[in-house]
T-cell receptor
Framework: KAGVTQTPRYLIKTRGQQVTLSCSPI?????VSWYQQTPGQGLQFLFE???????NKGNFPGRFSGRQFSNSRSEMNVSTLELGDSALYLC???????????????FGSGTRLTVV | EDQVTQSPEALRLQEGESSSLNCSYT??????LFWYRQDPGKGPEFLFT???AGEEKEKERLKATLTKKESFLHITAPKPEDSATYLC????????????FGAGTQVVVTP
């Protein structure tokens, strides 16, 4: 069965631009979480969506936003990009009931964003 | 404030040399503790979830244990393919979809 698919894999953007990243969860999974991974801060939680509703949000500025569609696919958007936004952005999906305890969260391979 | 601390930061092992990684945590209420491995350029790969103190889980050469304050990941007779960064994460009660990760332990196993 297909895993979590993230597109694009690599992206180079200029400061001040905006960017949209896409995540397709495992078929049947309705929960999608987003993380930012950097060498200095490690993996940090951005937000989580379940059935098109944001259930949880991390401590990131409002420039970071997301949404989820009725087919569970999710997008995250970063506006007014800063150099410090350069990172690996990962999304993860969990089991159909939205509880990951028995199955863990399955991560995609991420989108490597470089801001120049 | 919830905290997850992993030690050591890095570990270099000879093939066959068993060792343990530590994950200590301070959380308001533990829903579950997760172990992942991450290879360079890839997303974390799920290994185990532990829910309550005293619980143990095994997978091939890996065994994870949980107490009220920490978890250990034991690597028995490691092989070079066990080289990776091992990440520990906690999910606290009433925190949907959010895993709080430790900084990871980078393990290198040499032949």
């Amino acid at each position: 069965k297909a895993g979590v698919t993230q597109t694009p894999r690599y992206l180079i953007k200029t400061r001040g631009q905006q960017v949209t990243l896409s995540c397709s969860p495992i078929s049947g999974h309705r929960s999608v979480s987003w993380y930012q991974q950097t060498p200095g801060q490690g993996l940090q939680f951005l937000f989580e969506y379940f059935s098109e509703t944001q259930r949880n949000k991390g401590n990131f500025p409002g420039r970071f936003s997301g949404r989820q569609f009725s087919n569970s696919r999710s997008e995250m958007n970063v506006s007014t990009l800063e150099l410090g936004d350069s990172a690996l952005y990962l999304c993860a999906s969990s089991s159909p009931d939205g509880h990951a305890l028995n199955y863990g969260y399955t991560f995609g391979s991420g989108t490597r964003l470089t801001v120049v | 404030e919830d905290q997850v601390t992993q030690s050591p930061e890095a570990l270099r092992l000879q093939e066959g040399e068993s060792s343990s990684l530590n994950c200590s945590y301070t959380v308001s209420g533990l829903r579950g503790l997760f172990w992942y491995r991450q290879d360079p350029g890839k997303g974390p790969e799920f290994l185990f979830t532990l829910y309550s103190a005293g619980e143990e889980k095994e997978k091939e050469r890996l065994k994870a244990t949980l107490t009220k304050k920490e978890s250990f990941l034991h690597i028995t007779a490691p092989k070079p393919e066990d080289s990776a960064t091992y990440l520990c994460a906690v999910q606290v009660t009433d925190s949907w979809g959010k895993l709080q990760f430790g900084a990871g332990t980078q393990v290198v196993v040499t032949p």
